[in-house]
Nanobody, 115 residues
Framework: QVQLVESGGGLVQAGGSLRLSCAASGSVSSIYVMGWYRQAPGKQRELVARITNGGVTNYADSVRGRFTISRDNAKITVYLQMNSLKPEDTAVYYC?????????WGQGLQVTVSS
């Protein structure tokens, strides 16, 4: 099994920045992609960004150029640097680990961007 511990959510004004962190432990050798999804009230969960073990990244169109995902393979931690935040970025953000076997999800972090 893989355990994911998230940190870094909170309240920020529009135009501000936040950095989310997600540390993995357990059967980390089975992980080949880590990423972040988000779910706003009344909406479906959507991909924000993901990064492979080799460092290949993918971003949602809505965040490309504002958010940056990175990964510390030594610490088995993935980061999401969020800049130029907008009220529409308000959501619960979930860390995910795509594994050989089942995928794993973090508990979720509330990110609220005020206008």
């Amino acid at each position: 099994q893989v355990q994911l511990v998230e940190s870094g959510g909170g309240l920020v004004q529009a135009g501000g920045s936040l950095r989310l962190s997600c540390a993995a432990s357990g059967s980390v050798s089975s992980i080949y992609v880590m990423g972040w999804y988000r779910q706003a009230p009344g909406k479906q969960r959507e991909l924000v960004a993901r990064i492979t073990n080799g460092g290949v990244t993918n971003y949602a169109d809505s965040v490309r150029g504002r958010f940056t995902i990175s990964r510390d393979n030594a610490k088995i931690t993935v980061y999401l640097q969020m800049n130029s935040l907008k009220p529409e970025d308000t959501a619960v953000y979930y860390c995910t680990a795509v594994c050989v076997g089942p995928d794993y999800w973090g508990q979720g972090l509330q990110v609220t961007v005020s206008s």
